[in-house]
Structure formats: C-alpha cells, structure tokens
C-alpha cells in the first residue's frame, strides 16, 4: 500500500500492540491508510527521524523505549506535557516541522476517575514520570517508592517542583500497612512475565481504593488478581496503552477512534 501511514518505533519493537489497536481504528472508519512497525536502533534515531521529515505520506510516529528521550534532541518542538515530563511517546508533522507530544500521562489518566487524594507510585523509571505528571495535575498527593529512594526524590522535585511530595523506600511496603493510600500505581516492571515478582501488601489501600497496574503482560497481574479478591476497584495496563492511543490516534490521522463499546472488541482482539 502507497498512502498515508503513522508508525511505531523502538528497540525492540515487535512486541508492540500499537499496529493493532490503530489498525483497528483505521478499519473501523474506513481511513485508507496504515500503522507500520519500524525497528529503530538508538545509532539509527536521528537518520530514521531525517528521512521522515522528507515523506509527505508520512503523519508520525509512536515512540517506545529507548528513545522517549533521546528523540527530544531531533525534534523542534514540544507540546506542554512532554516538556514537563521530560519524554516523548509522540512525534508528529505540522508544516514542516516536528512536535513531540506525550499522550502516556493522559492515556493514564483517562480511566481514573475521582480517587481520592493520596497516590502511591511504585517505581521511578520512565514510566513513573508520565503518572507521577499526571497525578499531580489531578491533584493528588503522591508518594513514590523506589529501591533508590534519592533518585526518587530526585525525579519528584524536577517534575513538581514547590509541592511537597514524599519519596520512600519500596520496601517499606512489602509487609505491613495502615490505609494510607486511596489509589496505588506499579509503575514498575515488577510482575511482569520474565521479571520478579512485586512485593506488595494491599494493607495500605484503603477499604474501596483503586489499584492500577500498567504492566501489559499479564494482564491481569498477581496484584490486581489480590486486588480485587480483596473488592478494590482494579485498573489494568490495557487501560493506559488504549487511552494513549487514542490521543496518538487523533494526533495521526484527525478523527477520533470509535471507542462507543468501552473498547470491548479491542481488548477483544488485543488478548486473543
């Protein structure tokens, strides 16, 4: 097919399910075009980003690890939230020029909802910056655990400098809790497959707490499954992958993507 076309970088990048859920979209409106899987190396980044930026076709692309951050320097803007956050899931043309956007804080945000006002963060890596953004902008108080508990602090000061947030060990929260926290985030790779499990006790969710999980495989991970064994509101990962397409998805291609069944057929098809 020669035609318009948006497409998902990374190193790797065949496990991505971005081809999926947009080529769903693009099917369900009948837009001729495609949503391609291109494996980019970081040696390769700037020359990728170069040949882009003479393709008329092209309307953009997603941005996995590991450039989120390194793409910044190709670019020559950027939308308000990545500027924040310090990342970019997003690039797209506009007259000429390059905008990186970063839809992962309202992808996150989206099925939230009102939960209360004391966050808990497990993990301070890339994805911890999106949520920690995303959080802070719904008002909450978020604490941030980590197993480096200066990096923590770090990364909070940066990206919500004059409030007072808390970092803390992550292994205070392996055993033992009082209700503090109405909504709990893993921001981590714990409890994915082929990494170690999350040590967590849901003693610190308050009674009708939310807990989110943003790990993709599995889906429903150990701690949502004990989660809601306990009859907390569970959030899980395809939740965030989704909403940040969506907003990916209108960026691209100028339509909103049908989601008039609460995305039922797709997580449907993105679980098969």
Known sequence: MSGPYAEVIGDPIAQSKSPKIHGYWLGQLGIAAEYRICHVRPDDLQAYIAARRGDPLWRGCNVTMPHKQAVMGCLDGLGPIAARIGAVNTVVPVDGTLTGHNTDAPGFAEPLGDVGRQALVLGAGGAA????????????????????VQKAQSLLDELVPGRPMLAAPLGRFGAGGKGAYDLVVNASPLGMVGKPPLEFDLAHVRDGGTVYDIVTAPLETPLLARASARGLRTIDGLSMLIGQAAVAFELFFGQRPPRDDGDAALRTLLTA
Do not use: H, P, S
Not at 129 to 148: K, M, P
């Open 129 to 148: 910056r999106a949520v920690v953004v995303a959080l802070a902008e719904a008002g909450c108080d978020v604490t941030l655990a980590a197993r480096d």
